[in-house]
C-alpha cells in the first residue's frame, strides 16, 4: 500500500493556492490567488435574451420596493457550482421571470459586505426571492429550477392581484 501523504499535501497546496479543480497528476501553479484577476459574472453585459443581473454592491433593495421582484443569488465566489448553476436556471426561463417584473441580484463578494447582504444576512450560496411589498417570500440554500421559482411567484397575492388586473403571464 503506497502512502497517500503526498496526494494530500498536494492538495491542500492546490487548495490554499486557490486550485479548485486538479487532477492528482496536475502541476500547482505557483501564482498566489491574491494576484489572479476574477471576473465578476455580475457585472457580465447584457446577452441577447435580455438576462442581466445586477451586482449586489450595486443593488439597492429599497429602490425595488412596489417596482420589481428581486430574485438575489448570493456565493461566496463567483466560481462557486451552485451559483454558476442557479444562474444558469434563471437565465434558461428569463423571458418568464422578466415578464414577471423579476431583476436578479448576483452578489458573489463576501468582503467587503454589500447593503443587501448586511440585511439578508447569507451563510455560502443562497436563493432569496422577495416580494415587490419587499418582504422575503423564500430562502434555499441550494439552486432552485426556474419554474419552481416561477410557480413560487405566481403564487404571491400581489402576482395574483397582478393577473386579475391583466397582467402578463
Known amino acids: 500500500m503506497t502512502p497517500r501523504r503526498p496526494f494530500v499535501m498536494t492538495a491542500l497546496l492546490a487548495l490554499c493556492l486557490g486550485g479548485a479543480g486538479f ?48 430574485i438575489v443569488v448570493f456565493a461566496d465566489s463567483p466560481f462557486d457550482p451552485a451559483f454558476k448553476d442557479q444562474m444558469r436556471l434563471l437565465e434558461a426561463r428569463w423571458p418568464e421571470l422578466a415578464a414577471r417584473d423579476v431583476v436578479v441580484i448576483a452578489d458573489t463578494t463576501p468582503n467587503p459586505p454589500s447593503d443587501v447582504r448586511l440585511k439578508l444576512r447569507p451563510r455560502g450560496f443562497s436563493l432569496v426571492i422577495i416580494a ?16 419552481e421559482i416561477i410557480r413560487s411567484i405566481d403564487k404571491m397575492p400581489i402576482r395574483r392581484e397582478e393577473i386579475r388586473n391583466g397582467a402578463q403571464q
Open 132 to 147: 415587490k411589498d419587499g418582504t422575503v417570500n423564500l430562502r434555499k440554500p441550494r439552486p432552485w429550477d426556474a419554474r
Open 23 to 70: 487532477a492528482q497528476d496536475a502541476p500547482v501553479s505557483a501564482t498566489p490567488a491574491a494576484t489572479v484577476p476574477l471576473p465578476a459574472p455580475e457585472t457580465v453585459a447584457q446577452d441577447e435574451t435580455g438576462f442581466a443581473p445586477i451586482a449586489g454592491a450595486d443593488a439597492s433593495l429599497e429602490a425595488l420596493i412596489w417596482q420589481k421582484r428581486p
